[in-house]
C-alpha cells in the first residue's frame, strides 16, 4: 500500500513542477516579435492615420525632411530608425535637459495648470507621495474644468496602489485606461504578463512634451538624479503620436480626428528623432541602433544606466569598439535600488573591464539616468536601460538628438557626475559565484 502512496505524491510533484515550467514559459519564453503582431498592436492607430488622410499629419510623422541635415556619417543610424514607417526626423524648438526631479516638478505643474485643451500622460510608475498626489488633484482640477485628461495607468507595475486611486481620477473626468488588459484570456494574459510599459510621456495642448528617465514618485523628486527632457517644437508630434498609439491599443477613445492633437509648431536647428520600441516589433530597434552607434563609433561612447546587463551582441558590440580603441565609459551607481538586480550587475564588471571599456561606479545620490553621447555630436535620453528587459521585454521610448551644442552639453554633464564616480579596477571587477548564477536571470528579471 505504501508504494501506491509514494507513487501518487510523485504523480503529484511532476504535475506541480510540470505547471510551474508551463506558467513559466508562458510569462517568458514565448517571442511575439513578428511583423504581424507589431502590425496587430499598432493597427488602430495607423486605421486612424489612413482613414484620414491627413497629408500634414503623414509629412509630420514620417517625412523625415531633415534627415538630409543629419552629418553624413549618422544619416544610416536616422534612416535605419525610420524605417517601416516609423517616427522620422524632426526638429525641437526649445530642450530642456533636466537633471534635478524638482524642476521637473515645478515646471510640470506649471504647464499642466496651464494646459486649455489636452493633458496626455503615460508613467510607468505614479505614486501616492505627497508629489504626486499633487499632480494627480491638478489632473483631475484640469477634467473638471473641461481639458481632456488622458491618462495610461500601468496596472501591473502600479499593483499595490489601491483602484480607488485611479477610480477617484475616472469620477472627476479623467480618461483612465489600463496598460495591460486583463480581461484577455488566460493564456494569452499570462503570456503577456511580463511586459510593462516602461515609458514616460506628457504632452499638453499638444505644443509641450516631457519624457525621459523620470517617473512620478518621491523618488525622483526628492532623493534620485536623473535625465529628463522638457520639448518644444515639432519633435512634441512624436510623444504625442506614441500616446495615442499606445491609448488606442488599450482600448482608449478619441473623438476628434487625430489632426486636431497636432496644431501647427514651429521647428528649429535642433535636429531630433523621437524613438518608440516595443517587444512586438520585428526587430530590438533600439538595441540595434546602440549596437550601430558602437560599431561605427570613432571618439568614443558615454553611457549613464542604473542597471548593465547587456544581451550578448551588445556587450559583443562594446567590446569590439573598445577593442579597435573607442574611449567606452559606462557610469553605474555603486548600489542598485533593488536587491536582484545588484548582484546581476556585477557579474558583468569584470567582463567589461577585461574588455578595456572604463566602469565608473557612482556613489552619493542614485543616479537613474539612461543616457548616452557618442563623437561630440550624437545623444541619447529616454527610459531604456542598458538591460535585457528594457531592450527585449518592455515598452520604451528614446530620443536621438543629432547636434553638436546638445552633445558638448551632456558630455559636460556626465563630466560633472566624475566628482562622485570611482573607476573599477580588475581585482575590484571580480564576480562571487552567486553573483554569476544569477547572472543568467538578467533575461527574465
Known amino acids: 500500500m505504501w508504494y501506491k502512496i509514494v507513487m501518487v505524491n510523485v504523480l503529484i510533484c511532476v504535475l506541480v513542477i510540470a505547471a510551474a515550467v508551463m506558467l513559466f514559459w508562458l510569462v517568458f519564453g514565448i517571442n511575439w516579435r513578428s511583423m504581424r503582431n507589431y502590425e496587430r498592436r499598432h493597427q488602430r492607430f495607423r486605421s486612424r492615420l489612413q482613414a484620414e488622410g491627413a497629408e500634414r499629419l503623414d509629412k509630420l510623422l514620417f517625412g523625415g525632411e531633415k534627415e538630409g541635415e543629419i552629418e553624413e556619417y549618422f544619416r544610416p543610424l536616422a534612416a535605419y530608425l525610420a524605417q517601416n514607417h516609423r517616427l522620422g526626423v524632426s526638429t525641437a524648438e526649445e530642450v530642456e535637459v533636466i537633471t534635478s526631479g524638482k524642476r521637473k516638478y515645478e515646471l510640470l505643474m506649471r504647464d499642466l495648470s496651464n494646459a486649455k485643451e489636452s493633458i496626455h500622460m503615460e508613467y510607468y510608475h505614479f505614486g501616492i507621495d505627497k508629489e504626486s498626489r499633487a499632480i494627480r488633484r491638478l489632473l483631475m482640477q484640469k477634467a473638471r474644468e473641461g481639458v481632456k485628461v488622458r491618462f495610461i495607468n500601468e496596472n501591473i507595475g502600479n499593483f499595490p496602489i489601491p483602484n480607488i486611486y485611479f477610480s477617484s481620477m475616472r469620477r472627476a473626468g479623467v480618461e483612465v485606461v489600463n496598460f495591460s488588459n486583463t480581461g484577455l484570456s488566460l493564456l494569452k494574459f499570462l503570456a503577456t504578463l511580463s511586459y510593462r510599459d516602461h515609458r514616460k510621456i506628457v504632452v499638453t495642448d499638444g505644443r509641450i512634451g516631457y519624457t525621459g528617465g523620470m517617473n512620478i514618485t518621491a523618488n525622483y523628486f526628492r532623493y534620485w538624479r536623473d535625465t529628463h527632457l522638457r520639448m ?132 552619493g545620490r542614485f543616479n537613474h539616468s539612461k543616457t548616452f553621447v557618442c563623437d561630440d555630436y550624437l545623444v541619447c535620453i529616454g527610459s531604456t536601460n542598458l538591460d535585457y528587459r528594457s531592450f527585449g521585454i518592455d515598452f520604451e521610448i528614446n530620443t536621438f538628438f543629432y547636434d553638436r551644442l546638445m552633445a558638448m552639453q551632456q558630455k559636460a554633464r556626465f563630466e560633472e557626475c566624475l566628482t562622485d564616480c570611482h573607476l573599477l579596477t580588475a581585482e575590484e571587477a571580480h564576480a562571487t559565484r552567486f553573483q554569476r548564477l544569477m547572472r543568467h536571470l538578467a533575461p527574465i528579471v
Request: proline letters at 8%; glycine letters at 6%.
Open 232 to 363: 518644444t517644437g515639432e519633435a512634441v508630434a512624436g510623444l504625442q503620436a506614441a500616446f495615442l498609439d499606445t491609448w488606442l491599443a488599450a482600448g482608449g477613445r478619441l473623438e476628434s480626428d487625430l489632426a486636431a492633437f497636432f496644431p501647427a509648431t514651429s521647428g528649429s536647428s535642433v535636429i531630433t528623432q523621437v524613438v518608440p520600441d516595443d517587444p512586438l516589433s520585428p526587430e530590438p530597434l533600439l538595441q540595434t541602433a546602440y549596437e550601430w552607434v558602437l560599431h561605427h563609433a570613432q571618439k568614443y561612447v558615454w553611457f549613464q544606466s542604473p542597471y548593465i546587463a547587456p544581451p550578448p551582441s551588445l556587450l559583443n558590440a562594446m567590446r569590439s569598439a573598445a577593442g579597435r580603441g573607442v574611449d567606452v565609459r559606462v557610469m553605474i551607481p555603486e548600489e542598485c535600488d533593488t536587491k536582484i538586480m545588484r548582484p546581476i550587475n556585477k557579474a558583468y564588471y569584470g567582463e567589461l573591464v577585461s574588455a578595456g571599456i572604463q566602469v565608473l561606479l557612482s556613489s
